[in-house]
Nanobody
Framework: QVQVVESGGGLVQPGGSLRLSCAVSGATLGIYPMGWYRQAPGKQREVVAIITSSGSTNYGAAVKGRFTISRDNAKNTVSLQMNSLKPEDTAVYYC?????WGQGTQVTVSS
């Protein structure tokens, strides 16, 4: 049984940083891309960042230059380093592996 579990969310002040982690169990990351998505209240889920098996990355326009996605295939994990956080980054962040999703982790940016 495949499980996707996020961790690392929390409350941070504007301009601060957070690091999210995602662990996949029951499968190996292999050749598949991994992604981080987010959903704010009243809004649709949007892509934050995607990383391929070879390490190529793509970012949503709103986070480009501030967020960095990385993966460790040996540990079956993917991380999201978030810097220069803004109040509009407040959302539930979800990790995606193929058609499996984590339960989400809340990120709140507020003073």
């Amino acid at each position: 049984q495949v499980q996707v579990v996020e961790s690392g969310g929390g409350l941070v002040q504007p301009g601060g940083s957070l690091r999210l982690s995602c662990a996949v169990s029951g499968a190996t990351l292999g050749i598949y891309p991994m992604g981080w998505y987010r959903q704010a209240p009243g809004k649709q889920r949007e892509v934050v960042a995607i990383i391929t098996s070879s390490g190529s990355t793509n970012y949503g326009a709103a986070v480009k230059g501030r967020f960095t996605i990385s993966r460790d295939n040996a540990k079956n994990t993917v991380s999201l380093q978030m810097n220069s956080l803004k109040p509009e980054d407040t959302a539930v962040y979800y990790c995606n592996y193929r058609w499996w999703w984590g339960q989400g982790t809340q990120v709140t940016v507020s003073s």
